[in-house]
């Protein structure tokens, strides 16, 4: 016998479309939570993102990670509560840290889905990526004088071959234009040893390590 589950909507700031969800059970909080003490440090992630799959209407494999941090954001929210408390140990100093944290307070940076850049003789389109640790997933198209490469088109060993072998002026205005791209990023403070610290958190994996630190 299961209980009928309420359905969430939310709309996603990239692709602006409405998608609807129902919150995890304490059986999935527990496959979570098994999956992160027994496996490799990525294995509780993947696991979220099987069950995020299960409890959507859209498929998750092609969702920015914009998209997919708000669609966690919203997942806690009406899961768990958007406010919690959350355990660390301090980089710096292996120090134990404790600290509440609002989900409210994280928001939405940048202001476009796209931006043209010219540097040198190169003009680069990029839009959202698929992860911002990514520079090649974030390239639309290169061009030059002499010819444009359209990235679609392209295998990801042919693309990250191409970033390899661009200038690093080129590489870094790349990274600099992306700040302006929508995207999720929190900067936690906290104080360890008498120091005030800060970690800031910007995959959709540290998302999920501040999210559902279960």
């Not at 479309?17 to 999935?28: H, I, M």
């Not at 476009?112 to 003009?123: A, C, G, P, Q």
């Not at 990274?175 to 360890?192: G, I, N, P, Q, T």
């Amino acid at each position: 016998m299961k209980i009928e589950l309420p359905v969430y909507k939310t709309t996603l700031p990239v692709k602006n479309v409405v998608v609807e969800f129902t919150p995890l059970v304490v059986k999935q909080e527990k496959i979570i939570a098994a999956a992160k003490e027994t496996g490799q440090p990525s294995d509780g992630y993947n696991t979220l993102l099987k069950i995020l799959e299960s409890n959507t209407n859209i498929d998750i494999k092609n969702l920015s990670e914009t998209d997919l941090i708000h669609l966690m954001l919203e997942l806690r929210k009406k899961s768990i509560g958007e406010k919690f408390k959350t355990g660390f140990s301090c980089p710096q100093t292996g120090q134990p840290v404790s600290l509440d944290v609002d989900c409210s307070q994280i928001a939405l940076s940048g202001n476009t889905n796209s931006e043209k850049i010219e540097v040198d003789d190169y003009i680069i389109h990029i839009e959202i990526p698929s992860s911002f640790s990514d520079v090649a997933s974030t390239i639309k198209s290169i061009e030059n004088i002499n010819e444009k490469i359209e990235f679609k088109n392209l295998t990801n060993e042919q693309k990250a071959e191409i970033v390899d072998s661009l200038p690093i002026k080129t590489r870094d205005a790349i990274k600099d234009a992306m700040r302006s791209l929508f995207h999720y990023e929190h900067v936690l403070v906290y104080e360890s040893l008498g120091t005030k610290r800060k970690i800031k958190l910007s995959s959709a994996e540290d998302f999920f390590t501040l999210l559902f630190a279960m």
